[in-house]
């Protein structure tokens, strides 16, 4: 058991919720849209359904919705806060937008200041370090709110196999209240890795400075996510996404005073059902240790939150367990968080 010094401060989750919209796309669907029959789709892919934008459902406004309902759940007052982290994606409202900004205004966050966070689907957890850290080294922040939406589905094209790892992309918005001294739900050490040499395999083609977005970029679809090196990066990826992700979780745990062999749950990211398996196998865990988001599919940097708190609902997350966040992000992006529950 990890004990803290004395002198130690101490960081903790009050609460964490998700929004969800109520639109879904199901297998069935799916499988016309991609003609990928339903059975590859359910074993191989691992999506039954998954949450997508309604019209109401934009980006901020999901994070916004999820954060009252994590405010509410804690008891905590808008006004106590410090520190907004928008940990939301960049696809959202406006182009060119301080999301977080918008968020404290309309939770009544008055007392606090804001800014936006991005590390693709690791944003989260490079948000918790980021959070920790501030709270550490700044004495006037005491209550930090991670916040933001994700609709990266808007950007798939279903006809393009070379996104076929990426189908699995849905809606919706998360968030997280953390405070200092909070002597519960210890946020403990995270490590994160990146990987230069992944960061233009995955890209939007058309509508930054390169390519500016015209008739003809969107008639050739150049308006959505693409892979650009898809045989390159498939034999590149192989060899370090899986081992990676293991390390920072392994890393993780250890600079948390815990072993691997501590580990009670991972809440991780939604991908195919084999690789979620071959993470759970290599830790020595089974799928009573973490949840697979086959109806919800791929909320980016949500999965994390949205998975702890599923366990939280389902029994999964006990009294004094250790609980990792692990997540992968295009770019490439890998990151875990130990928490000590209770």
Same mark, same amino acid.
């Given at each position: ?9 101490? &960081? ?7 929004? &969800? ?6 297998? /069935? ?24 934008? #309604? ?50 205004? /309309? &939770? ?39 916040? #933001? ?28 209240? =953390? ?6 739900? =210890?946020?403990? /050490? ?11 395999? *995955? ?24 892979? %650009?090196?898809? +045989? ?26 815990? %072993? ?6 991972? #809440? ?55 609980? *990792?966040?692990?997540?992968?992000? +295009? ?12």
């Amino acid at each position: 058991m990890r004990l803290l010094r004395e002198d130690e401060q101490t &960081i903790g989750i009050v609460s964490l919720a998700t929004y &969800i919209p109520t639109t879904y796309m199901d297998s /069935e669907e799916l499988a016309k849209e991609t003609n990928i029959p339903k059975e590859v789709i359910e074993e191989k892919l691992g999506i039954l359904k998954k949450p997508i934008p #309604g019209p109401e459902d934009h980006t901020c406004e999901m994070g916004i919705k999820a954060a009252k309902k994590a405010l509410k759940k804690g008891n905590v007052n808008p006004k106590s806060i410090d520190l907004i982290i928008y940990i939301g994606e960049e696809h959202k409202e406006y182009p060119l937008w301080t999301s977080g900004i918008k968020l404290q205004e /309309e &939770i009544g966050a008055t007392n606090a200041w804001a800014f936006d966070v991005a590390q693709r689907c690791g944003t989260t957890i490079m948000a918790l370090e980021v959070a920790k850290s501030m709270m550490k080294g700044n004495q006037s922040i005491n209550t930090v709110l991670l916040a #933001g939406g994700y609709r990266n589905c808007d950007f798939i094209d279903y006809k393009n196999p070379r996104t076929r790892f990426m189908y699995n992309l849905a809606a919706g918005g998360g968030a997280i209240v =953390l405070q200092k001294g909070h002597s519960q739900n =210890l946020l403990l /050490e995270s490590d994160i890795m990146t990987d230069g040499s992944f960061s233009e395999d *995955v890209v939007v083609v058309a509508g930054g400075t390169k390519m500016p977005i015209s008739k003809e970029a969107i008639d050739n679809r150049l308006n959505m996510l693409d892979v %650009t090196d898809p +045989i390159g990066m498939k034999a590149r990826l192989e060899e370090k996404s899986m081992g990676n992700f293991l390390k920072v979780i392994r890393n993780s745990v250890e600079k948390s005073g815990f %072993t691997e062999k501590d580990i009670n749950y991972v #809440g991780m990211l939604h991908m195919k059902r084999s690789a979620h398996d071959y993470v759970l196998s290599q830790l020595n865990l089974t799928e009573d240790n973490s949840i697979y988001l086959n109806e919800y599919g791929h909320i980016g940097q949500i999965d994390q939150i949205l998975s702890l708190e599923l366990a939280l609902e389902q029994g999964k997350v006990r009294e004094g367990d250790v609980v *990792v966040l692990v997540s992968a992000g +295009i770019g490439y992006a890998w990151g875990a968080s130990t928490i000590r529950w209770g």
